[in-house]
């Protein structure tokens, strides 16, 4: 890019920011006509960060080549369609918990394969419960999944106010704030019904990992008694409050005074908020892309995907989870995994999560394996997955759940297949 071309790239996405800034005042103070189509597009994320890359997206491609790419990917939809035995879990204030149970293959046509994978020994008959993140739901875990089938018993489930799950009753009849406490506890729930026995390997990617540990903090005997293996993906044990999102110090003290009142506000203007968020989806996805993602070559198809589990999340969601996370502090909880098979996995480029949250949970467990993924940002297990998947499909040999010599692939598509090492 040319030094004019630069220069202008920097006007507009100056210029963005301080629409952005303007919009959330407003937007606060109650102009909401003006304000909440910008600010409903970037809520939940810091969209100043994303400026740049809009801006240069939108010098290059346009608007109407850009919704027709959308609609396109989204008639494809090649990314979410894995679908499994269908149950609900009830949390303690009535919420009702989706979740789905994908078995291992039953003897009779599948019965070579598994003997090609397991020898004549069947592997202890454990669960993988897999949680999700903030604003996703269990379909984010597509390619591990497809890479999985059949080959271990799992269980995916939305979080509460997510994806299939039920809206938090508290939330919406008391107006209740959501805590990291409720969602360990509705964890609970689910392994209460989905897997009242045997074994478990808890995985959880950000809010889920999050999630996993508060379970751990109220279930120590559980955690001891039945858990056999953990991956914590990309989340942090807590001083989430520090994160600066990649921003100048300046800007995140900026945002971090006004964010919370913001999305309190524009929460109560839902329907208003929505519609705004669909008329500046060229934002939205451009805030997504820049804090999903560290990898250039991103299959458009799988962030497309990414966008639609986020734009799923109604604003009133996104804004009632939003405080939990400068309260959540679950270090102490870390000591309830130490002895088990750990893995602690993030993205080098996570903007969310920062990498070094990773590293501080790990230099906790002594014990467990860390990664970090170059190039990689927050989604790392959709942008990474077969790295991811590899070394979950490690972990589940160090735990027991399938057999030394295991490995399986599918990463990219809705069916999957596995073999030998």
């Known amino acids: 890019m040319s030094e004019s071309s630069a220069d202008a790239v920097a006007d507009v996405a100056a210029a963005a920011v301080a629409s952005a800034t303007q919009a959330a005042a407003g937007a606060a103070v109650g102009g909401w006509r003006r304000a909440t189509g910008l600010a409903g597009a970037a809520i939940g994320v810091v969209a100043a960060g994303a400026a740049a890359g809009v801006a240069i997206e939108r010098l290059t491609v346009g608007r109407g080549i850009r919704r027709k790419a959308r609609l396109a990917l989204d008639s494809a939809e090649p990314y979410g369609a894995l679908r499994g035995t269908p149950g609900q879990a009830y949390a303690d204030d009535g919420t009702e918990l989706y979740y789905e149970v994908d078995d291992i293959e039953p003897e009779g046509g599948s019965a070579p394969r598994r003997r090609r994978l397991f020898g004549p020994k069947e592997p202890a008959p454990a669960t993988v419960v897999f949680c999700h993140g903030y604003c996703l739901s269990q379909d984010s875990w597509h390619f591990q999944r497809a890479a999985l089938r059949g080959v271990v018993r799992t269980v995916y489930w939305d979080q509460r106010s997510h994806g299939r799950s039920g809206r938090g009753v508290s939330q919406a009849g008391d107006g209740a704030p959501v805590t990291i406490d409720d969602l360990g506890r509705d964890l609970k729930a689910v392994l209460d019904a989905a897997v009242p026995e045997g074994p478990v390997v808890l995985v959880g ?23 056999v293996g953990v991956a914590l993906v990309g989340t942090s044990s807590g001083r989430l409050g520090e994160v600066n999102f990649g921003l100048p110090v300046a800007g995140v003290n900026a945002v971090r005074r006004v964010l919370p009142g913001v999305l309190k506000a524009l929460g109560q203007r839902a329907e208003l908020v929505e519609r705004g968020r669909r008329a500046t989806a060229d934002l939205f996805a451009g805030v997504i892309k820049r804090y999903s993602f560290a990898a250039r070559d991103v299959d458009p198809a799988v962030a497309r995907f990414a966008e639609r589990m986020i734009e799923a999340t109604p604003i009133d969601v996104v804004a009632e989870f939003y405080p939990a996370f400068d309260d959540h502090d679950k ?8 002895g088990l098979p750990v893995l602690v996995l993030a993205g080098v480029g996570d903007l969310v999560t920062p990498s070094e949250h990773s590293e501080a949970i790990a230099g906790l467990l002594p014990d467990a394996e860390l990664v970090l993924v170059p190039d990689a940002g927050h989604l790392v297990m959709l942008e990474h997955p077969e790295l991811v998947t590899d070394r979950l499909a490690d972990l589940l040999v160090r735990a027991g759940a399938v057999p030394a010599g295991t490995t399986v692939d599918g990463y990219g598509s809705t069916s999957s297949s596995a073999r030998p090492r």
């Open 205 to 227: 990617h950000s809010m889920g990992g999050m999630t996993v540990m508060a379970l751990a903090d109220q279930c120590p005997e559980l955690v001891r008694e039945r858990v």
């Open 331 to 338: 270090t102490a909880a870390l000591a309830r995994f130490a």
